[in-house]
C-alpha cells in the first residue's frame, strides 16, 4: 500500500470513475454485441444484437430464420430465455456501477483497486464464458442434422469475421459494449495514475520546495 | 384524307426509312428499330437496380392486371384479379373464392380494361389500383401495399362495364358505366324477359358512382343514373377546374340492337355525357330518385383474417336525368368517339373521333357559358344538349386515321394514338398543329404517359399500346403477346426506344413511379397477428379434426417439413379441408402446397399466412402431397403421406410427423 501514499482520490479521477459508472448503465440502453451474418440471399441483413439480458433480433424474426438456417447442419436454436447468463449479466452490472459511484463518493483508493480488479474480472469471464458459449454452440452439432460435413464446425468468432459454409459471420461491440471498454479504460487509466501520482509524490516529498514556490 | 392514301404514305415513308439505315447510322426519330442513338442505354437497368416507374397494365381477357418495370419493360408480376389462377391459388382457395362471387354464382374469368391508381389532389397517392370487368359488370380494388386484390364490387342493372373504374381527383368516387344497355325491371332488378327489338322503349344505360372510403377504401354503390339506351364507351373525371365533373363518350346514338358495325354508324354526331358528379351526389343525398330492389355482391378481404366474405346487397339509389337539373348535359361529339381524356390543367377535353381523322377538344369556358347561357338545342331523355358549336374549343386535323385515345404530357402537348393509320401523334394544346408522328407496330389501341391523367404528368415516356403483333417477336404459333412500345417524349421528336412482349391485351395502362410503392411493400404476414380462424402458429398445434363426413387438417409449413407428414383416416366421400399455415417469417420464403388427383388448385401460402383448399378424395389409396415452391435445400423432401380408406373403413384418424402412427 506504500504507493498509494495519500489514500483520497483527486477530484478529478472521482468525476472520471462516476462518469465511468454511469456509462456502465448504456449497456442497458443500447446492445452489448452484434452479430451479423452476410449471404448472397439475405440482401436485407440477417443478424442479431446480444444486450445484458437478452439476444434480439438485428432485423424483425432473425432469430428465428438464424435458428431455421442452422438447424440443417445440427446447431442447437438460440432461446434467449435459456441462456443463464443473460439471468444474472444485469446484477453483475447494476454491482460494477454501485460500487464505481462508492469508489466516486468514498474517494478510497482501496475502492478503486477493488473496483478495477472485480471490472477486469467479471470482463475476462464473461469473455471465456462468451467463447465458450460459442465454441459448445459451433460444436455441438445433431448428430441427425441433414448436412454433415466433416471436420466443419461453425462456432462464430469472438471479435472480427469468419466464412462459415455461404455465410460471413462478423462479431463486434456495439454502442453498449463500447461504453463498457471505455468505462474500464477510465477506470484503468485512473488507477495507473493514482498508482503513478503516488510514487510521484513520494519523490517529490524529497525535493519539491522549489517548484511549489515557483508556482 | 382517303385510307389508300395515308396507307401510301405510310410505306412511303417506310421504304425511305429503310435507305436512310442503310447509309446513316442511327438518326433518324422515326426508326422502327431502337437499339441505336443510346436508346439501349435508356433501357437498359443493370443487375440488381430497379426500373423507375412501374406499369400497371389491364390483361383484356386473361381477366388479370399484369406489372411491368419501365423503361426496361422487364415483366415483374401479374395480379390475379376476375380470374382464378392456379399459380397461387388465387379463386380457389377459401379464403379467396368468394371475390369471384357474383348475383349470377360464382363467375371465375374477367375481362379487365381499365387501371386507374387512386388520387390525392389529381396525383397519385399509391394507395390503390381500381380495375374494371367488362363481362360481368364488377370493379376491384387492388392494394399497392400487397398486390393484392382486396375487394371486388358487382354492378347492378348495367352490363358491358366498359367506360368504368375511372377514378375522382381525390378518389371519392370509382365510375362503371353500361355499353351495352339492357331491359330493367320495374321495380329495377337484373334480368326482364323482352323482345330484343324493344330495345329503344325497354332497354336503359345506367351510370354508377362507387363511393371509395378514404381509410380502409372500401368501396360501396352510392347511386345510379338511369340513361338513355345508347352505348358508353369511355370516359374521365375532370381534374383541377373541371374536378367536379365526370365526362363520358357515347355511340350508337341510333339505338341499334343489331348489326351495330352499320346500324351505329349512320348519325353523324354521337354524343359527349357529362355529368357534375359532385352536384349529382349532392342531389342523391338529399334522397331524390328511388330506392330500388336489386341484387349484387359485394366481396371484401379481412385484413385481419386474410379471408374474403361476401355480402349480399338488396337496394340501390336510382335517378332520373330529369331529376339532376344543372348536373347532367350531352355535348355533340364527333361520330362514333372512342376515348375521352382531360388535360392536366382540366380545362380541355379531347374526344377520339374513331371513324374519322381528327381529335376534338372541348373547352370546359365554352362548356360552363353554354350552360349559363342556356344553348340548348334539343332535349333527350331528360338531357339537355349544349350547342355543339358553342362547346368546341379546336379540332386536331390530321391526327391520323381511326384516332382513339388522348395522353398529356404536361408540357402543352397532347399525344393520339391512330388504330388504323398505326402511329402516334403530338401536337400543340394551344394551336392544334401537329407537330411530331410515329409510326408503331401495329394498331395502337390505348397510349400511356406516366402520370398521363394527373395534374402533372410525368412525362418522360410514352407507352403504346398495340393490338396486332405480328412478326415484332420471334413468331409462337396464331396467338402472340401483345407488343408494347416504348418512347422518349423529352425531346422534340418522339424517339422509340423498346419493343416489350405482355400478356394478355392490355387496354390500357398507368405508370406509378417506383417510390410512390417500393418501400411500403409487405414482406410477409405477421404470424401472431394471423387471425385465420384456421391458423396453427406452433407445430405442436397441428391436428387432424373429423366432423361427419368433414376433416379439418390444422398442418403446417417451414423449412423442410410438414406437420403433419402422415395422415390415415381419410375415407373415400370425405370432404378434406387442408389449412396450411407457412410459419416461416423471412421474405420471399413462401411454400406450396399439392396433392396428386387433387381436382383443384395447387396453392402457394406466404410466409406467416394460412391458406386453406378443399380435396374430396373418390378412390381408396396413399396420396403423396408435397411443396411446391423451391423453398430450401431439402426442399425435395419436403414431403407427405394421406391414406384414403374405403369409406365403410374402420380406420381412426391419425396423424403425425417423425412417429409412427
Not at chain 1, 190 to 202: A, F, I, M, N, P
Amino acid at each position: 500500500m506504500s504507493v498509494f501514499k495519500e489514500k483520497t482520490l483527486s477530484k478529478r479521477d472521482r468525476i472520471l470513475i462516476a462518469v465511468a459508472s454511469m456509462l456502465l448503465l448504456t449497456a442497458f440502453l443500447f446492445p452489448l454485441w452484434q452479430i451479423r451474418l452476410q449471404a448472397p440471399q439475405y440482401p436485407e441483413g440477417l443478424g442479431m444484437n446480444i444486450w445484458v439480458n437478452t439476444i434480439r433480433s438485428l432485423h424483425p424474426h432473425n432469430i428465428k430464420t438464424i435458428n431455421d438456417l442452422n438447424h440443417y447442419v445440427g446447431m442447437k436454436p438460440i432461446k434467449p430465455s435459456s441462456i443463464p447468463e443473460l439471468k444474472f449479466m444485469p446484477y453483475l452490472l447494476i454491482g460494477l456501477f454501485l460500487l464505481g459511484i462508492i469508489t466516486s463518493i468514498s474517494a478510497k483508493k482501496t475502492f478503486l483497486t477493488a473496483w478495477v480488479a472485480s471490472f477486469a474480472g467479471l470482463a475476462v469471464a464473461g469473455l471465456i464464458d462468451f467463447y465458450k458459449w460459442e465454441y459448445n454452440y459451433g460444436h455441438n452439432l445433431n448428430p441427425n442434422a441433414a448436412i454433415k460435413i466433416p471436420g466443419m464446425s461453425y462456432q462464430p468468432p469472438l471479435l472480427g469475421s469468419k466464412q462459415l459454409l455461404n455465410i460471413n459471420a462478423t462479431s463486434i461491440p456495439y454502442i453498449g459494449g463500447i461504453a463498457v471498454i471505455i468505462a474500464f479504460g477510465i477506470g484503468m487509466y485512473v488507477l495507473v495514475k493514482e498508482y503513478r501520482s503516488g510514487k510521484e509524490t513520494q519523490s517529490q516529498q524529497k525535493q519539491t520546495q522549489p517548484q511549489v514556490v515557483a508556482s | 384524307m382517303s385510307f389508300n392514301k395515308q396507307l401510301k404514305n405510310i410505306l412511303t415513308g417506310g421504304i425511305a426509312l429503310l435507305l436512310a439505315m442503310g447509309t446513316f447510322s442511327g438518326c433518324s426519330s422515326s426508326n422502327s428499330k431502337a437499339g441505336d442513338d443510346g436508346a439501349a442505354e435508356q433501357v437498359y437497368v443493370p443487375p440488381g437496380k430497379h426500373d423507375e416507374f412501374y406499369s400497371f397494365m389491364s390483361g383484356g381477357w386473361t381477366g388479370n392486371v399484369s406489372v411491368y418495370g419501365i423503361p426496361s419493360g422487364r415483366h415483374l408480376y401479374t395480379i390475379p384479379v376476375f380470374s382464378q389462377d392456379p399459380t397461387d391459388g388465387y379463386g380457389y382457395t377459401e379464403e379467396t373464392k368468394a371475390l369471384l362471387n357474383t348475383s349470377h354464382g360464382s363467375v371465375p374469368w374477367g375481362d379487365t380494361h381499365h387501371v386507374e391508381p387512386s388520387k390525392t389532389d389529381g396525383l397519385y397517392d399509391g394507395r390503390w389500383i381500381f380495375v374494371n370487368d367488362r363481362n360481368t359488370p364488377r370493379l376491384a380494388r387492388i392494394n399497392l401495399k400487397s398486390f393484392r386484390t382486396d375487394e371486388t364490387i358487382e354492378i347492378p342493372n348495367t352490363a358491358g362495364n366498359h367506360a368504368a373504374s375511372f377514378t375522382s381527383s381525390n378518389s371519392e368516387y370509382v365510375s362503371a358505366m353500361s355499353e351495352y344497355s339492357i331491359p330493367l325491371d320495374k321495380p329495377l332488378g337484373n334480368g326482364t324477359d323482352v323482345p330484343i327489338d324493344s330495345y329503344a322503349k325497354n332497354f336503359k344505360g345506367m351510370c354508377t358512382m362507387v363511393k371509395v372510403d378514404q381509410k380502409t377504401g372500401q368501396m360501396s354503390v352510392d347511386f345510379q343514373i338511369e340513361l338513355p339506351p345508347f352505348d358508353y364507351d369511355l370516359g374521365r373525371f375532370g381534374l383541377g377546374v373541371s374536378k367536379d365533373w365526370i365526362f363520358y363518350t357515347d355511340y350508337n346514338s341510333e339505338k341499334a340492337h343489331t348489326m351495330l358495325e352499320a346500324n351505329a354508324s349512320q348519325n353523324d354526331k354521337d354524343f359527349v355525357l357529362a355529368i357534375n358528379w359532385k352536384k349529382a351526389a349532392k342531389i342523391a343525398h338529399q334522397g331524390k330518385g328511388k330506392v330500388v330492389s336489386t341484387e349484387y355482391y359485394h366481396n371484401i378481404v379481412d385484413p385481419k383474417t386474410n379471408w374474403a366474405k361476401s355480402e349480399i346487397k338488396q337496394k340501390v339509389r336510382v335517378l332520373q336525368p330529369s331529376e339532376l337539373k344543372g348536373a347532367i348535359y350531352f355535348m355533340p361529339g364527333p361520330k362514333s368517339p372512342h376515348g375521352i381524356n382531360v388535360s392536366p390543367s382540366g380545362e380541355y377535353i379531347s374526344i377520339g373521333g374513331k371513324l374519322s381523322s381528327t381529335v376534338t377538344v372541348y373547352s370546359l369556358d365554352n362548356m360552363k357559358k353554354a350552360i349559363a347561357n342556356n344553348d340548348v338545342s334539343e332535349t333527350i331523355d331528360g338531357i339537355p344538349v349544349l350547342d355543339f358549336k358553342n362547346v368546341e374549343d379546336e379540332q386536331v386535323k390530321k391526327a391520323g386515321l381511326g384516332p382513339l385515345h388522348v395522353e398529356y404530357d404536361g408540357k402543352g402537348y397532347g399525344y393520339n394514338s391512330a388504330f388504323i393509320s398505326s402511329e402516334v401523334v403530338k401536337w400543340s394544346l394551344k394551336t392544334g398543329k401537329v407537330v411530331d408522328r410515329h409510326p408503331t407496330y401495329y394498331s395502337i389501341g390505348h397510349l400511356t404517359v406516366p402520370g398521363g391523367d394527373t395534374r402533372k404528368p410525368y412525362g418522360k415516356y410514352l407507352i403504346g399500346l398495340n393490338k396486332i403483333t405480328k412478326d415484332r417477336y420471334l413468331p409462337t404459333g396464331p396467338e402472340m403477346f401483345a407488343g408494347e412500345q416504348l418512347f422518349d417524349i423529352t425531346g422534340d421528336r418522339m424517339k422509340l426506344l423498346l419493343d416489350f412482349p405482355v400478356e394478355g391485351e392490355p387496354h390500357n395502362a398507368t405508370e406509378l413511379p417506383a417510390s410512390l410503392i417500393d418501400t411500403n411493400q409487405v414482406k410477409y404476414y405477421d404470424l401472431d397477428k394471423n387471425q385465420n380462424p384456421y391458423v396453427t402458429r406452433k407445430e405442436a398445434d397441428a391436428k387432424v379434426v373429423r366432423k361427419g363426413h368433414r376433416v379439418d387438417v390444422y398442418m403446417t409449413a417451414i423449412r423442410s417439413h410438414f406437420v403433419p407428414d402422415n395422415i390415415e383416416g381419410i375415407k373415400v366421400g370425405d370432404e378434406v379441408h387442408f389449412h396450411v399455415t407457412n410459419l416461416e417469417q423471412e421474405w420471399d420464403i413462401p411454400h406450396g402446397f399439392a396433392l396428386m388427383g387433387m381436382q383443384n388448385s395447387g396453392i402457394l401460402i406466404m410466409p406467416g399466412e394460412t391458406r386453406s383448399i378443399v380435396w374430396k378424395p373418390k378412390k381408396k389409396g396413399v396420396y403423396p402431397f408435397y411443396c411446391t415452391d423451391f423453398c430450401s435445400a431439402l426442399h425435395q423432401e419436403m414431403q407427405g403421406y394421406v391414406r384414403v380408406s374405403p369409406s365403410n373403413s374402420k380406420v381412426k384418424i391419425a396423424y403425425g410427423t417423425n412417429k409412427e402412427l
